[in-house]
């Protein structure tokens, strides 16, 4: 589980790094959509529900990728003072030692043989306590609640990004931020430099000198 776990942290910070240093050239958009904006290229960007989505994802998807990176130092300071949960089991006839990291592999490797009943009991004790100092240092620092936090963080996110897929655009710059959505996922799950993602990144950039020429003429 803590595999699993710090795989998806790493995931988060990945994200983070993508949203703060890649297809940067949404950052300064020349769509109008603030307060004092003069141009709203095909329709009001104001009030385009799309673009709204868009922004608030974005945030979402800092805040995930912010969460994660607490999470994750967290979890670094819980191996690093107390470590995963194990207890190590020496067997002698074989002159080896064995890691027992969860409950079930105490039975996978022993079973109910009763000349191993003494190293099962040990281990399952061991194991148990290295689990209990995980448990309250866990608690102590606040390890599985920032990693429920983050949870909830991904869950909103990908809540707007649905909402994002089926909520149809009125402007440009609506238009500009879905196509960035895809691109920045794209990004986030693996190389995005073959067919299709080249041509999104072409027409994303087409939207974009299309509304920075209107806006200049």
């Known amino acids: 589980m803590a595999d699993s776990e710090n795989s998806r942290t790493l995931s988060s910070v990945t994200r983070r790094t993508l949203l703060t240093g890649t297809t940067a050239a949404t950052v300064a958009w020349p769509f109008g959509y603030g307060a004092g904006a003069t141009t709203a290229p095909v329709g009001n960007a104001i009030c385009d529900p799309a673009l709204e989505l868009w922004r608030a994802w974005k945030v979402a998807c800092l805040n995930t990728a912010a969460l994660g990176e607490k999470q994750q130092g967290l979890e670094a300071q819980l191996v690093n003072t107390v470590g995963f949960p194990c207890a190590e089991v020496h067997l002698p006839e074989k002159d080896t030692t064995l890691a027992i990291w969860w409950q079930g592999e105490i039975g996978n490797h022993f ?45 909103r996110e990908q809540e707007l990004m649905d909402a994002l897929t089926v909520t149809p655009a009125t402007t440009l710059a609506g238009v ?42």
Request: hydrophobic share 45%; with cysteine.
């Open 111 to 155: 079973g109910d043989d009763f000349a191993f009943a003494d190293i099962r009991a040990k281990a399952e004790a061991d194991l148990a306590a290295h689990q209990a100092r995980w448990d309250a240092e866990d608690e102590r620092i606040g390890y599985s609640a920032a990693m429920q936090a983050e949870r909830i963080a991904a869950d």
């Open 176 to 217: 500009a931020g879905k196509l960035n959505a895809v691109m920045r996922e794209s990004e986030f799950f693996g190389e995005c430099t073959d067919f299709p993602w080249s041509l999104v990144r072409s027409a994303l950039d087409d939207i974009v000198r299309i509304a920075r020429h209107g806006r200049a003429a």
